[in-house]
């Protein structure tokens, strides 16, 4: 399992690189391969300064070891070996009507000291996060991401949709990061499902993804907006750094693991403001989208 869907992301970075490039029309993704001391290693690709993508990654990564203690507490257990693969991505346009977009599918095994496989999960997902709320974007978005969890169980989509809202949720704010999507971790064998399911499943979502997005983006790009536009962007931007610094799992995972500093800190955009006691003007789109972020929506 390990070995089938590691070749499946290296094959979706190679398709999601591919669209996001497309639409991009100038600036091209540069690639780094890097190693982890303890074992494995990645691929990261970064784009930077484009006429439409400010600057996003698209990375995999297959890492393997002992298992590190902040891992060893997380699980309840002791020592044991680990492997561990998976694709994250970030993407910030350079148009504020163009929402950002985060998705990550990951795969992980533990073994015994015989090497034997005791544990194995699946976990990912995908979630907006605009900084004007285009009402049509959000219900294609959510309806992408139903059509894939349709096929597999009608009852995923709601499930991890709630999963999401509660997941992306900056308490310290008490508001939502975004618009939300999908979101799903701890995905085991059950009476159900298998792991060849869940990797039926969690494939057919990574699948979904270039078809979620690109249309928004098409459609969005070329829209005019003035500075005091740009200026709501990295306000809001400002509230997408704090989560992924204060709440997020795998940033802070990897930042008590060492984990690769500049993979994990690709997520963060490269011009935010933290404007003190900021509020939108009444009755204006800024507002619209904070009142809209105040508590989960159902798109469709």
């Known amino acids: ?93 350079k148009n504020p009507m163009v929402p950002t977009v985060h998705a990550n599918w990951r795969y992980f095994e533990m073994y015994d000291d015989d090497g034997k496989v005791i544990n194995q999960w699946f976990g990912g997902g995908q979630d907006l996060t605009p900084y004007y709320l285009f009402e049509e974007d959000a219900i294609h978005f959510h309806q992408t991401c139903k059509t894939a969890c349709d096929k597999h169980n009608v009852d995923f989509y709601p499930k991890y949709k709630k999963q999401c809202d509660e ?27 298998s792991m060849e399911n869940w990797f039926n499943f969690v494939t057919e979502i990574g699948n979904s993804f270039l078809e979620a997005y690109i249309p928004i983006v098409e459609k969005r790009k070329n829209i005019p907006y003035s500075e005091a536009q740009r200026s709501w962007q990295e306000i809001r931007r400002g509230r997408y750094v704090e989560f992924n610094l204060v709440h997020d799992k795998g940033t802070l995972f990897g930042l008590k693991t060492n984990g690769r500093i500049e993979s994990i800190l690709m997520s963060l955009p490269p011009h935010v403001q933290w404007v003190y006691d900021h509020h939108p003007e009444k009755g204006s789109k800024e507002e619209k989208l904070i009142h809209v972020l105040e508590k989960p929506k159902d798109w469709i």
């Open 1 to 93: 399992m390990k070995n089938k869907f590691y070749k499946y992301i290296q094959n979706l970075q190679d398709q999601i690189v591919s669209g996001l490039e497309a639409v991009e029309g100038k600036a091209k993704f540069r690639e780094d391969i890097w190693e982890r001391p303890e074992g494995g290693g990645g691929r990261t690709r970064v784009i930077e300064n484009g006429d439409v993508f400010e600057k996003g990654g698209v990375n995999i990564s297959a890492v393997h070891g002992k298992l590190p203690d902040a891992m060893q507490k997380m699980f309840g257990v002791g020592e044991a070996d680990f492997f561990a693969c998976g694709l994250s991505l970030v993407i910030h346009p």
């Open 167 to 193: 997941y992306f949720w900056n308490a310290h704010r008490n508001e939502a990061r975004g618009i939300g999507g999908l979101f799903f971790d701890y995905c085991k064998t059950t009476q159900e499902m």
